[in-house]
């Protein structure tokens, strides 16, 4: 059964960090490339970025340069270091196995106040 847990949310003022973690079981890891999401309220869930097997990374242009994505392959786990956080950043962040893309966990909610 694939799982994919997210934690490392939480409320933060503007220019603040966060790193969240997300965790996977079920699937060989290291053979999937990973990506997160989030979706903002009454938006759509929108791509925010993705590594691939090989550490290959690409963002969202919104995100260049404040986040980065990064894996080890060791803990199935795929982090996601946000800094410089923006009011627009607040969302639900989902992470996702490419390869299991209609699997999503609960997500973890990241709010910025100005």
């Known amino acids: 059964q694939v799982q994919l847990v997210e934690s490392g949310g939480g409320s933060v003022q503007a220019g603040g960090s966060l790193r969240l973690s997300c965790v996977a079981s079920g699937i060989i890891f290291s053979l999937n490339a990973m990506a997160w999401y989030r979706q903002a309220p009454g938006k759509q869930r929108e791509l925010v970025a993705r590594?691939?097997?090989?550490?290959?990374?690409n963002y969202q242009d919104s995100v260049k340069g404040r986040f980065t994505i990064s894996r080890d392959n060791a803990k199935n786990t795929v982090y996601l270091q946000m800094s410089s956080l923006k009011p627009e950043d607040t969302a639900v962040y989902y992470c996702?196995?490419?390869?299991?893309?209609?699997?999503w966990g609960q997500g973890t909610l990241v709010t910025v106040s100005s």
């Open positions: 590594i691939t097997t090989r550490g290959i990374t």
């Open positions: 996702n196995a490419v390869l299991y893309s209609t699997i």
